[in-house]
């Protein structure tokens, strides 16, 4: 029930001279914008709307709200009501009053065509809290942040796309407060309504079907998709990410070429900023097999020099303690033992933590599960008679498989040594099959160049960020090497963020990460909440500390708010403009309320 006038513009006083507003003196939703508005920096005693201009009312929003906003026109008529129409942002496009002396008052305070009523602009009003908010929303009287509005009344309500689900503008009632009823709101919602409906029934169905095709990508596919036809481009948060507009582009143009074919294909292209991708392409039909919606593109980027040849057969193949799926990672795995079948020494190249010695181990144990296995670290090993010890083990016990760790960090002295012990196992008849592990772009390097000639075969091993599907099965072997295997489990809410994570550190970062989740979580189901705070977050660009810092407090904030931004505004002590500015600078990803 509201206040007495009087109370309230008191109340509303206090507000504005910094003074204490005693609890339940005013409704929340309004206390919140009066906040908003002041942190805007809202004029509280004057009108001062941005004005934008003459606006293109030449717009699917317009064109389906014109028939229920005549109709309701004439049943206005005559009658002290308003109705409007805003934009998303809160720029009335068009003002409906049958009634003068409202018309004439609303033309005094700039509620007219081209000026901007969101609470940016005018602070606590229907339309303006409406939009904020995101749902139906009512101010009387002295609610209103702006005193000359004292005298009104508004409901307003936001207007969905009813395919899309994006917020396009906002429909509002307003008449004086003295004329206010129950029923201003429950008149708004219906009147947005049928906005709604009027909106889908003039929805071209190729565009519902094809956002329908759209959805059902994203639901199962953690990386780019874009889906367009002639009038529409619709694409994931990845793809906004990681394309530039030069990409999209070139991606797009592809992708109607391949249309043309009417059928499902795929290739790989090398896009104008280096990046190179996997992309399935498959037509969507319309409303008539015949017919088409448009067409769905699923991205995935692959190493750039990586080209996946049809000879090598992509089936799974078993490998203890080694588990994934995904087309680069099993390739990896096929070359390693097509390498060892030939008898010949491997070289695996790749970043640190991408599971190098796991795949050589998963190797020997499943061609030599009763064999000797050695693995030496070059980047530990010192001495002068370190590679000679490597003679001696093997005359004590031969090796079936030898493992050299971190061989691109020998010295010139050190691989010379070592090139010449590989010289001599080889030459025996019991010589073990050699693999030597390399960084990136070890093969270069003129201290090593004796020591590769003895490894015909360089095998690259995948970095997680460019097989990320293959978590779905990393994190229970992970969950399960730490000691939790079937008592600690990961939501699909968690395993999608971190999906979306660039995981620097492979997989040796992913059993950190899961490390440290389940010292705080050691049963149950791991949730979003569970992870550290930088899995909620994207961005392209590396943080400094107290960057880091700061993204991490928002996180943890957002979390504690249920994921609205307002209440983890409140609680950082930084302004609602802030904290929008600081989530989209961070490429936070707030929790589903």
Same mark, same amino acid.
């Given at each position: ?6 109370? =309230? ?50 717009? %699917? ?13 004439? /049943? ?16 009335? =496009? ?11 008052? *609303?033309?005094?305070?700039?509620? @007219? ?5 969101? +609470?940016?602009? #005018? ?8 939009? +904020? ?63 709604? /409906? ?53 991606? *797009? ?23 190179? @991708? ?41 490998? !203890? ?24 020494? #491997? ?21 030599? %599960? ?5 693995? #030496?670290?070059? &980047? ?17 016990? !031969? ?40 960084? !990136?772009?070890?093969?270069?390097? !003129?201290?090593?160049? +004796? ?12 970095? =997680? ?5 293959? =978590? ?20 699909? &809410?968690?395993?999608? *963020?971190?999906?979306? &994570? ?14 440290? #989740? ?39 904030? *957002? ?6 931004? @307002? ?27």
């Amino acid at each position: 029930m509201l206040l007495a006038d009087d109370e =309230l513009a008191r109340t509303r006083v206090r507000f504005l001279t910094a003074e204490q507003v005693p609890a339940g003196t005013v409704r929340q939703t309004i206390l919140a914008s009066w906040r908003r508005s002041r942190e805007f920096q809202v004029e509280a005693d004057r009108i001062d709307p941005l004005y934008l201009g003459d606006q293109n009312l030449d717009i %699917p929003l317009m064109r389906g709200a014109e028939p229920v906003l005549g109709k309701l026109t004439e /049943q206005f008529d005559g009658q002290p009501i308003s109705l409007i129409l805003t934009d998303a942002s809160g720029v009335v =496009l068009t003002q409906r009053t049958g009634d003068a002396d409202l018309r004439r008052h *609303l033309e005094r305070v700039e509620l @007219v065509p081209g000026f901007s009523y969101g +609470e940016q602009s #005018v602070g606590t009003n229907g339309i303006g809290t409406a939009l +904020e908010d995101g749902r139906a929303t009512t101010v009387f009287g002295h609610e209103h942040y702006a005193e000359h509005l004292e005298n009104l009344a508004c409901a307003g309500v936001p207007i969905h796309h009813p395919i899309s689900g994006k917020k396009i503008g906002a429909v509002d009632l307003t008449c004086w407060y003295k004329d206010a009823g129950g029923l201003l709101i429950a008149l708004a919602r219906s009147t947005a309504e049928q906005i709604r /409906q009027a909106l889908l029934r003039h929805s071209d169905l190729r565009e519902m079907i094809l956002f329908q095709a759209y959805l059902q990508t994203c639901r199962r596919w953690t990386g780019i998709v874009l889906a367009f036809n002639e009038d529409i481009v619709m694409m994931n948060d990845r793809a906004r990410q990681l394309l530039d507009p030069a990409d999209q582009s070139l991606l *797009l143009g592809y992708a109607t070429e391949a249309l043309a074919d009417g059928q499902r294909t795929s290739a790989m292209l090398a896009l104008s900023s280096g990046l190179r @991708v996997r992309v399935y392409c498959r037509r969507v039909p319309g409303q008539r097999e015949t017919d088409t919606a448009g067409g769905v593109l699923s991205v995935k980027l692959i190493e750039a020099e990586e080209t996946l040849a049809a000879s090598i057969p992509m089936l799974p193949m078993y490998l !203890p303690g080694v588990v994934g799926s995904a087309p680069l990672w099993l390739r990896c795995g096929h070359e390693l033992d097509a390498g060892h079948e030939r008898g010949e020494w #491997v070289a695996l190249e790749g970043e640190p933590g991408t599971g190098k010695l796991t795949l050589a181990k998963g190797l020997h144990q499943r061609h030599h %599960p009763a064999a000797r296995l050695l693995t #030496v670290d070059a &980047a530990v090993a010192t001495g002068p008679d370190w590679t000679a010890a490597l003679l001696s083990e093997h005359a004590q016990t !031969p090796i079936r498989t030898l493992v050299i760790c971190h061989a691109d960090r020998l010295s010139v002295s050190a691989a010379t040594a070592l090139a010449g012990t590989l010289r001599e196992l080889r030459e025996r008849d019991d010589a073990p099959w050699v693999v030597a592990t390399l960084a !990136p772009g070890a093969e270069t390097k !003129p201290a090593l160049a +004796e020591l590769l000639k003895f490894f015909p075969r360089t095998v690259r091993v995948p970095p =997680l960020r460019h097989h990320v599907e293959d =978590l779905a099965e990393l994190v229970p072997l992970v969950l399960s090497k730490l000691g939790y295997g079937g008592r600690l489990t990961c939501s699909a &809410a968690a395993l999608h *963020l971190l999906m979306r &994570a660039e995981w620097p550190g492979n997989t040796g970062q992913l059993y950190q990460v899961l490390r440290t #989740v389940a010292q705080r979580r050691r049963a149950g189901t791991i949730r979003p909440g569970d992870l550290p705070a930088e899995f909620h977050a994207v961005t392209r660009r590396p943080l400094n500390r107290f960057e880091s810092i700061e993204r991490d407090a928002i996180v943890r904030c *957002l979390e504690d708010a249920d994921g609205n931004k @307002v209440r983890a505004a409140k609680l950082l002590g930084i302004s609602r403009a802030t904290i929008y500015r600081k989530i989209h600078e961070y490429g936070i990803v707030p929790p589903t309320r």
